[in-house]
Every structure is written in C-alpha cells, then in structure tokens.
C-alpha cells in the first residue's frame, strides 16, 4: 500500500475501515447563493475551498446534516442555465470564529 498523502483519510485496518482517497481541494473564496431544495428564497455563502466533489463555504445561518440544497454561482437573479446550479447535501457543519463566528457548511455534490 502506498504512503498516504494530505488528501487521504487515515484509517486503522485493525477496525475494518480502508484507506479512502479524498478529491484534492482547491482554496477559492467566491460568492455563491444557497437555497434548501424546494425553498424559494436564497441565501448568500462564501466559498472557503472546493473540490470536484463538493464544497466548504461560509454561510449566514446554520444548516442541518442531510439538508438538501440548490447551489449557484450567480450572485443575482434566478440562475440563468440549469448548469449554474448543483444539487448537493450537507455532510458537516462547523462553526469559525475568526475573524467573525460564521457557520461553515461542508456539502457533497449529487
């Protein structure tokens, strides 16, 4: 087996968890707009990194693990092509306090 790299997820064999690989994560900071899946309204978030499978960002108000949420990129406006949006679920949930206490929101694409 090879050795692991920052973007693996250690595990120990003796409990029956495997070496999983995670996506690489990109730094990037860009607004985008969230909505729960079926909501009308959208709400603003930050990106903090991102990958080709899901994202981190900053949001105003905490989110529950499962939600369903609608994810653009445009800052204004209803999202102009259906390739603008992703589908994705929340899989974490943290709070930072530096520089100002906001939720950061982990959520896989799909």
Do not use: H
């Amino acid at each position: 087996m090879e050795p692991p790299t920052p973007n693996d997820v250690y595990s120990d064999a003796t409990d029956g968890r495997v070496w999983v690989e995670r996506a690489e994560r990109r730094v990037l900071q860009i607004p985008m707009r969230y909505r729960i899946d079926g909501q009308e309204d959208w709400s603003n978030g930050e990106t903090v990194n991102l990958s080709e499978t899901g994202i981190l960002f900053s949001a105003d108000s905490m989110l529950e693990v499962n939600d369903k949420l609608v994810i653009t990129f445009q800052t204004l406006g209803a999202p102009m092509l259906s390739s603008s949006t992703r589908l994705a679920r929340v899989v974490r949930r943290v709070l930072s306090n530096w520089p100002e206490t906001r939720p950061l929101i982990a959520v896989r694409f799909g």
